[in-house]
């Protein structure tokens, strides 16, 4: 568009003037757009400002593209371009700033969960305002309906601080009720599987928080750099904490 703005290109336009302008492929294609819009009465500086335009947009379009990235835990593939699901998530907890949050289905307990969360502890520790929210699905066993709710809850409670949280300081636990659920009507899981960074950075992924999903199991994600996206998915949980759709875990 310059080089027609600065008469570089006269009208009406060859391909080959477009060398070092377009990539080789569609310099004829181009030259014969350039041409039908001179013969309709197009000048060159509107020309110019058109494919400005245009050309604004192709950029910000790769942008865009550029702030997708696929995730993927299972067998490499050569030629793919794909980044290491283990890798990226302890690449988010390293470098969060403000919060996090985290929605899984199931987690592992022990060295596994530990190892998992070891980096994201650190980074509390690191960053002593750093808001950090974590949603779970807490089932009720099969052939545990003789238990109460309480009962189960103040289980899993131990459990998470003594065997899955490596830190001293705790996150915020929140999960659904209506897992807990005796009854199979109304029983539902939170089956959500996601991190948010900073309300900034979205991971969406099939991989649970364990060293399987996040090692050896085929599970694919999205990591998106995206503003909109991390708020509105947020948002999507903080409404249902507001709402007691979801409820803060005691004793954690």
Known sequence: MDAIARNRIRLPCHSSAL?????????????????????????????????????????????????????????????????????VVKELFSNANKSVLISSYALDAGHKAKTLFQPLAQRMNDKPDLQVRLFININRPYGKNIRSDATLLREFAETFRHSIWPGSRMPEVFYDPRSLSKAKAPRACLHAKCVVIDDERLFVTSANFTEAAHQRNIEAGVLLQDTVAAKAMRSQFEMLVACKALCRLSGV
Not at 49 to 60: H, S, V
């Open 19 to 87: 060398a070092n302008i377009v990539p080789n492929a569609l310099m004829t294609e181009v030259a014969i757009a350039i041409n039908q819009l001179s013969e309709q009465g197009m000048q060159e500086q509107h020309l110019a400002f058109m494919l400005k335009l245009l050309a604004d947009e192709r950029g910000r379009s790769q942008q865009k593209r550029n702030n997708i990235d696929l995730v993927w835990t299972g067998e490499e593939v050569l030629g793919t371009e794909s980044r290491d699901t283990r890798v």
